[in-house]
């Protein structure tokens, strides 16, 4: 069943913005850091990004360094991704992911024990 709830997904134009969300389900709602996920097709799922839930310590992968942001709203149980100055190579599926820990959130996605369904993003020349 579904652990977390991606949304946001689009088709955008290179150079563009897109904002994706993620809500937790009342399972994942103990957890304390979440991480976003991608995969594009025949390709392996890289990390992107990951922050500690209510904290400001955030990681992100060298790839979208100063192009994405990861940000939790509190009141609102909600994660987001926000990802600005688009590129065709980012088009993939976008996961959100939770974990237990309070150590610097690992890359590895088999470290993440509640995944969401993901959402598309599509990035054209």
């Known amino acids: 069943q579904v652990q977390l709830v991606e949304s946001g997904g689009g088709l955008v134009q290179a150079g563009g913005s897109l904002r994706l969300s993620c809500a937790p389900s009342?399972?994942?709602?103990?957890?304390?850091?979440m991480g976003w996920f991608r995969q594009a097709p025949g390709k392996e799922r890289d990390f992107v990004a990951a922050?500690?839930?209510?904290?400001?310590?955030?990681r992100y992968a060298d790839s979208v360094k100063g192009r994405f942001t990861i940000s939790v709203d509190n009141a609102k149980n909600t994660v987001f991704l926000q990802m600005n100055s688009l590129k065709p190579e980012d088009t993939a599926v976008y996961y959100c992911?939770?974990?237990?820990?309070?150590?610097?959130?690992?890359?590895?996605?088999?470290?993440?024990?509640?995944w969401g369904q993901g959402t598309q993003v599509t990035v054209s020349s």
């Open positions: 922050i500690w839930w209510g904290l400001s310590g955030t």
């Open positions: 992911a939770a974990r237990e820990g309070w150590d610097l959130p690992p890359i590895r996605p088999d470290l993440y024990d509640s």
């Open positions: 009342r399972s994942t709602l103990t957890r304390n850091t």
